[in-house]
Every structure is written in C-alpha cells, then in structure tokens.
C-alpha cells in the first residue's frame, strides 16, 4: 500500500514541461493584451490632441497676428517727422511785429525789409511794412507798399483786399505836424505827458450772430513817481466804420467798455488795462444821425458801463474801419493811438477836453 502511494506523487516530467509552457504563454497573452490596449489608448489621446490643436490654433494664430496693426500705430509720422522749422523769413516777420508793437518802429522796419529781401512778394511782409509806416506817419511809403498788394490781385489772399480798401479812401497827405504828434515817446509815454498809451491790442471774435465783434485791450501807464487824481483822467475811444466803402463816420455799432484791472487808480507804475468791446449784429434797426456820436466811449476811472446801442443806416453799408483813443490828465491832451493812423489826421483830437 505505501508503495503505491509513494509512486503515485512523483510528477512526470514531460508534465511540468508542459504545464510550464501553458504558463509563459498565458504570460505572454496578458502581455499582449496589455500592450494592444495601451496602444490604443495613446492612439486615442494623439487624435484627441490634434482635434483641440485643430480648434484652438486658429484663434491663437490670428490673435498672434493683431498686434502688428496694433503696434502700428506706436510709430507714427508725426513721432518720426521733425517738427518743421520756421523759415527765416517767418521769423523775422514775426521779430518785426513784436518790435513794432513794443514801439521800436526803427528795428521793426529793419527786420521787415530784411524779410522782404528774402521773398519780395510775401504778401505778409508787404502788409506789416504798410501798417509800420502808417504806424509812423509815412504815409506815402504806406502806400506804395499797398499798391504793390493791389497790384500782386487776389493772388495776395486778405492782403489785397485791406490794399483795396485802404487806397479806395484815397492817399491822405499829412497834416502840419501839431505838438501831439512831435511829441517823443519815453518808455511809452510821451515826452512832457502824465500818461501814456503801452498797449493796444484787439483780439477779434467769431461769432455767427454778428458781423463783427472784436474787444481792445488798451494799457495806460502814468509817468514815474507822479501823483494821480483819478478823478481828473478821461479816456475817449472812437470806433470809426467804412460807408459803402468810401465815406468814413463813427459808428453805429454797439459799443461796450470796463476796466480790467480792480482798481485803475495809478498808485503804482503798473499800467491799468481797458477793455473797450465792438459788436455790429446782423440784422438791425434804423437809428438817428445824432445817435452815433454816442457810440465813443468816455471812461472816468472807476466806472463802467455800456456804450449806446444804435443801428445801421437805412440804404448803407458798414464795415469796422478802425478805432481812435486819446487820453486826457486835468482837461488836457496826453496820449493819442489811431489805427489807420490817418484817423489823426482825419480828425485831429483837441488838445483840450473843453474845446469846442
């Protein structure tokens, strides 16, 4: 019986080489198995990757390609250009009218032609020369330069038609020359006087309601180390307009004035500034002859007010020709500033505020 038993457990050989063979191959089924699965697997997340490169790329390619016209416009011509340098000419064109408006009529004249020089047919030029002799009673020498302007014809632009007009008055001779005018300016002021006119500039305005509406503003400085009785200073200004292009009269149109600076009383050297404002509107009424003489505005330091409101005669047309301001100290003539200067000589100012 043991013996039996004891050969019954011994294992065939050719058994375990075949059990063994089942084995590796299962080993190697699995493996198989495995390695086909996972292959499909990344087979999978490949496509899956080019289908969201696919959908995303597009959008990121055309956003890579809008900062070109954004960064475009860093670079701009105006940043790369130069700023264009005034020409010679322009410089001493404007160098001549600051001199002129600081009242160095020598040096203004001198920079002037040297710019004329340079361009013989600058229509500014031309014009600002004009306007320096009239500035000093050359009149003569004013217009030639105007003729000249009419000559150059539309060509000129506004030029020529100031040279239109200002000839269509004709060509006044001076006067004999009054003490007024022989009078030397000293720092503005002129030699013998209390006051003196230092500024006069007139700003105009568009405006679509009115013709014209332009404001003076005039500067009036006392003589050094001098007392003022405010209550003795007057100033007069006279707007002056062009009748159917050839009669000159006052105004009729609305003329109002105020005080810029606070006080106006000439306790220190500083100049008190006038404010005297020109308004023609478009469409007015019928007033009296009588009326214009009104349209001047009389100032006594430490008022203001408003000019009389007129209107256009009936038949008539009016242009804005020019203004006239005289300054008056105790009743006498101080300072007198016409632009056109042939407003003096047109109408001479008195010498007395009380002169008939």
Do not use: C
């Not at 390695?35 to 080019?50: K, L, M, P, V």
């Not at 500035?135 to 150059?152: G, I, P, T, V, Y």
């Not at 009036?220 to 159917?244: A, E, M």
């Amino acid at each position: 019986m043991r013996s039996l038993l004891s050969r019954t457990t011994q294992l065939d050989p050719s058994f375990s080489v075949g059990l063994g063979l089942v084995v590796i191959l299962a080993v190697v089924e699995i493996f198989a198995a495995t390695f086909y699965y996972i292959g499909r697997a990344r087979a999978a997340r490949a496509s899956a990757q080019a289908i969201t490169a696919t959908v995303v790329r597009p959008p990121t390619s055309s956003a890579s390609a809008t900062p070109a016209p954004v960064a475009q416009p860093r670079i701009s011509p105006e940043a790369v250009a130069p700023t264009p340098v005034p020409s010679l000419v322009d410089q001493l064109l404007r160098e001549g009218i600051e001199l002129r408006d600081r009242g160095d009529m020598t040096n203004a004249l001198a920079r002037l032609q040297e710019a004329l020089e340079g361009e013989p047919n600058n229509s500014a030029v031309l014009e600002e020369i004009a306007k320096t002799y009239e500035s000093m009673q050359l009149f003569d020498r004013s217009n030639a330069m105007w003729r000249k302007l009419q000559e150059m014809g539309p060509s000129a632009g506004a030029a020529y038609e100031l040279a239109d007009r200002r000839l269509k008055l004709g060509v006044p001779t001076p006067a004999p020359a009054e003490a007024t005018n022989a009078r030397k300016d000293v720092g503005g002021i002129p030699e013998g006087s209390t006051f003196g006119i230092t500024e006069v500039k007139t700003t105009e305005t568009p405006d679509p309601e009115a013709e014209t509406n332009l404001v003076l503003r005039i500067g009036i400085r006392k003589q050094p180390n001098t007392t003022i009785d405010h209550t003795k200073v007057k100033i007069q200004v006279f707007f002056y307009d062009t009748v159917n292009d050839k009669d000159i009269k006052l105004t009729d149109a609305d003329v109002n004035y105020e005080w810029v600076t606070p006080k106006h009383d000439w306790t220190d050297t500083n100049p008190e500034i006038l404010s005297v404002n020109y308004l023609r509107p478009k469409m007015r009424g019928v007033s009296s002859e009588a009326a214009l003489s009104e349209t001047a505005a009389a100032v006594k330091p430490g008022q203001k007010g408003r000019g009389g409101k007129t209107g256009s005669s009936a038949g008539s047309e009016r242009r804005y020709l020019g203004y006239r301001i005289l300054v008056y100290y105790d009743d006498k003539l101080q300072a007198v500033q016409a632009e056109p200067s042939r407003l003096l000589q047109m109408f001479p100012p008195s010498e007395s505020i009380s002169s008939p």
